[in-house]
């Protein structure tokens, strides 16, 4: 009786609850919302940071090579879920092949080894437990899986993988909070193995991105460009159809590319004011309309560069029907550059809730009246 009145004074105090990190209670928050816990995998539209890595700040002397302003770190804090990179051998002076994550070319840009990386990730992992991360390896050098896996194994990151039941698209995915219970957390989408069949033996965790997901067209230099229509995998491209009953999830890239001398391409920083917004033509939130109505459902993954500008994560919580975020922290939304001072930014990280609360009903208002 005094029990009962006891978990009845709780439970009508859910609130108390949303920071805990206890598993698959109620009230708990998976991704940043309790009202995800329950969806599936596939059910959920992840916002993706491309080329997670390749930061345009101070670090880098403001590379016109780089991707995002803030680092991996910042962006998990922030609540993107989706983590790319361009994984490339590189040989040291000592004449030892490593695995480096390289804008194009380790000449361009390096960020760095892939285990360090994965490791900064498994850091964030161990503080954040009820969070499922998704990381995309672009394999440039053809890496095999024992190389990637090697990677894995050092950055200790192995312990949170998640391992498919098949080789290919399932037709269900379990549960986000089933993927917490069972601390499977990590998902691991590689571009491509060689020879899928095999690196199962090595590495079952690794899956072969495009048995899994097809992409939009993602070389886009001008926002009339943008297309819902599958690109890759080759033999799904120009068929909505055939992608979709083909149980792939759907990767929806949304970045422009800015033509430099001598045919190098660099992210289009100018024209982000709208890439990135919720509203308007040639905007992200217009591009995940559009393709949510191709597809009769939203993207899976939302892939963008620069993601703090917009700032691309209302797109996200509207396609996921989420208005009151929680354990997120607030990013400025600027675009940054050598006069923006100093890139301490991303250290003034502060509890969200106030400005997302306000500008999302109005966006997901507008969202669902088709407006735009
Ligand atoms: C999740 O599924 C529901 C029910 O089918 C659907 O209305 C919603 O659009 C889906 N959301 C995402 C993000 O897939
Ligand atoms: C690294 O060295 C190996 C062996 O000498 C060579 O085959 C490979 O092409 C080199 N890779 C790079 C990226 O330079
Ligand atoms: C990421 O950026 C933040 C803010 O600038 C900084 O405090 C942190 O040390 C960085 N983390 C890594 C792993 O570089």
Redesign the pocket.
């Known amino acids: 009786m005094l029990f009962n009145s006891f978990v009845k004074a709780f439970a009508a105090l859910p609130l108390l609850w949303q920071g805990a990190a206890a598993q698959t209670s109620a009230g708990q928050a998976c991704n940043n919302s309790p009202d995800l816990c329950d969806r599936p995998y596939s059910n959920i539209t992840f916002l993706g940071a491309h080329d997670s890595a390749f930061i345009r700040d101070e670090s880098t002397g403001f590379s016109t090579s780089g991707n995002q302003f803030y680092n991996t770190t910042v962006q998990l804090n922030a609540g993107v879920r989706l983590l790319s990179a361009q994984l490339?051998?590189?040989?040291s002076s000592q004449?030892n092949?490593q695995w480096h994550l390289c804008h194009s070319s380790c000449q361009l840009l390096d960020a760095g080894q892939l285990r360090e990386w994965l490791a900064e990730i498994k850091d964030w992992m161990d503080a954040n437990p009820n969070d499922v991360v998704t990381v995309l390896l672009v394999n440039a050098?053809a890496a095999s899986a024992q190389d990637i896996h090697d990677e894995y194994v050092a950055s200790g990151i192995t312990q949170y993988v998640y391992q498919p039941q098949t080789l290919e698209a399932p037709q269900s995915w379990p549960t986000l909070g089933d993927m917490i219970a069972a601390d499977a957390r990590l998902v691991s989408f590689v571009a491509t193995l060689d020879d899928a069949a095999a690196a199962q033996q090595v590495a079952p965790y690794l899956m072969n991105e495009f048995d899994f997901v097809f992409e939009n067209d993602f070389d886009n230099d001008d926002p009339a460009d943008f297309s819902c229509d599958p690109a890759r995998p080759s033999q799904l491209a120009g068929q909505p159809q055939a992608a979709l009953d083909s149980d792939r999830l759907f990767l929806m890239n949304h970045f422009l590319y800015e033509s430099q001398a001598f045919g190098i391409e660099i992210p289009d920083v100018d024209n982000l004011g709208f890439t990135n917004a919720v509203v308007g033509d040639g905007s992200l939130g217009q591009a995940a309309f559009d393709c949510t109505r191709l597809y009769g459902a939203p993207p899976s993954f939302l892939l963008v560069d620069f993601f703090n500008v917009g700032p691309a994560i209302n797109t996200a919580d509207a396609m996921n029907s989420i208005n009151n975020p929680v354990g997120r922290a607030v990013v400025s939304s600027e675009v940054l550059d050598e006069d923006s001072g100093s890139t301490g930014a991303g250290t003034s990280l502060r509890a969200s809730g106030s400005t997302l609360a306000f500008v999302l009903p109005v966006a997901v208002a507008v969202f669902w009246h088709g407006s735009w």
């Open positions: 490339h051998a590189t040989n004449g092949q050098d």
